[in-house]
C-alpha cells in the first residue's frame, strides 16, 4: 500500500524540492584533496596563508608506507577538441615509454614552427600527495582538524628535503616525524607570466621550532600537543594518536598512477592525429605515434634532445 505521504510528494509541491541537478554546484574538496582556493583570500596582495602539518602514511593495515606518493602525468589542453582533452596518467610511472612524452617531445625538437606551437598543448606535470592535518586556514575554516591529502610539486618537495638535510637550520629535521617534525606555512600568491596565471609557494616555509603532533579536539575546538618521552611520543598515547591518524575520508592508495585504459590509449592516438595532422579516413589515426608521423611536408625532426629537468618542464599547477 502506498504511504499517504509518498502520494503528498508526488503530487504536492514537494516535486519543486528535488531539483538539486539544476543547482551548479561543485562539491570543494570531495575527493580529500587540500586546495589553496586564491580566490577567498581575504588580501590579495598578501595571497593565502594557512598551516599544515604533513604526516605519516599509516596504512589500514597499521603498517607505515612511503611518506608521499609521487605521479606524473599530462594534461592535454586542446582547446576546440575538449572530448579528447584532459587528464591522462603517464606510462613512466611504471618504467615505460610514455606515448605522450614522445610526442611532445618529437613535436617541440621538429624544425617546423607550426608544430612547436602545437606542443603548448601538451602539459606535464610531476606531483607528490601526502597526508596533512590543516591546523590553520582563516579562508576555509571547515576544514581545520581534518586529515586530507595535500598535493604538491617540486616547489615544496625541495623544502621537505632541505629540512631533511638541515640546509635552514642546520639541524637535520623529518617533518614528518610525529614527535619531532615540523608545521608548515603556506603562502600562495597569484603571479602572471605572459596570459598564464598560477600560484606561487616559493614564499611557504616550515616553522623554525621541532614540535609533536597536535591533535585536534573538535568538541572543544583547541589542538594540543601530543607528549613525549626520550624523544618518542609517549607510549601512554600511542594508541590514541594511531586511532587520530586513521580518522580520514580517503586514502593515499586513491592517487596512485593507473595505467591508461583502452579508451584512453584511443585518444592518444586521436590526439597524435589531431596535433600532427595526420589521420585515417574517420579522422584519427589508428596506431600509436612515432617519428613517422612528424615528417610534414618533407621536414624531419631534428637531431636536437630537450634536456630539461622533468619537475620543471612547466610550472607547477
Known amino acids: 500500500m502506498t504511504n499517504l505521504d509518498e502520494m503528498d510528494d ?71 577538441q575538449k572530448e579528447i582533452s584532459g587528464w591522462f596518467d603517464s606510462s613512466k610511472n611504471f618504467n615505460e615509454k610514455c606515448p605522450l612524452t614522445d610526442l611532445y617531445y618529437n613535436m617541440v625538437n621538429s624544425k617546423n614552427a607550426i608544430l612547436q606551437e602545437k606542443a603548448k598543448c601538451l602539459k606535464y606535470t610531476k606531483k607528490y600527495y601526502s597526508y596533512c592535518l590543516v591546523i590553520e586556514d582563516e579562508q576555509q575554516p571547515e576544514l581545520v582538524g581534518k586529515i586530507m591529502i595535500f598535493q604538491y610539486g617540486k616547489t615544496i618537495k625541495d623544502k621537505i628535503a632541505q629540512e631533511k638535510n638541515g640546509e635552514i637550520t642546520g639541524m637535520p629535521c623529518n617533518v614528518f616525524d610525529l614527535s619531532q617534525g615540523k608545521d608548515f606555512v603556506i603562502l600562495v600568491k597569484e603571479i602572471s607570466t605572459g596570459d598564464e596565471s598560477y600560484p606561487d609557494y616559493k614564499n611557504s616555509m616550515f616553522k623554525p621550532d621541532v614540535t609533536s603532533l597536535s591533535l585536534y579536539f573538535p568538541d572543544k575546538g583547541v589542538f594540543k600537543n601530543v607528549p613525549t618521552v626520550d624523544g618518542k611520543v609517549d607510549p601512554k598515547v600511542q594508541s590514541q594518536v594511531k586511532d587520530f591518524l586513521l580518522k580520514r575520508d580517503h586514502e593515499l592508495e586513491e592517487f596512485l598512477p593507473k595505467r591508461l585504459t583502452e579508451e584512453q590509449q584511443m585518444k ?50
Open 10 to 80: 508526488l503530487f504536492g509541491s514537494d516535486l519543486n524540492n528535488k531539483m538539486d541537478f539544476l543547482n551548479d554546484k561543485k562539491t570543494v574538496n570531495s575527493d580529500g584533496v587540500y586546495r589553496i582556493d586564491l580566490t577567498k583570500a581575504k588580501d590579495k596582495k598578501k595571497g593565502y596563508r594557512s598551516v599544515i602539518r604533513l604526516l605519516p602514511n599509516l596504512t589500514r593495515e597499521g603498517k607505515v608506507g612511503q611518506a608521499a606518493i609521487e605521479k606524473i602525468a599530462h594534461y592535454v589542453d586542446i582547446k576546440n
Open 268 to 317: 592518444v592516438n586521436q590526439i597524435s592525429a589531431y596535433l600532427t595532422g595526420k589521420s585515417s579516413s574517420d579522422g584519427f589515426s589508428k596506431s600509436s605515434p612515432t617519428s613517422d608521423d612528424f615528417e610534414l611536408d618533407g621536414i624531419v625532426t631534428s637531431g636536437s634532445v630537450v634536456t630539461k629537468d622533468e619537475d620543471d618542464f612547466f610550472s607547477d599547477f
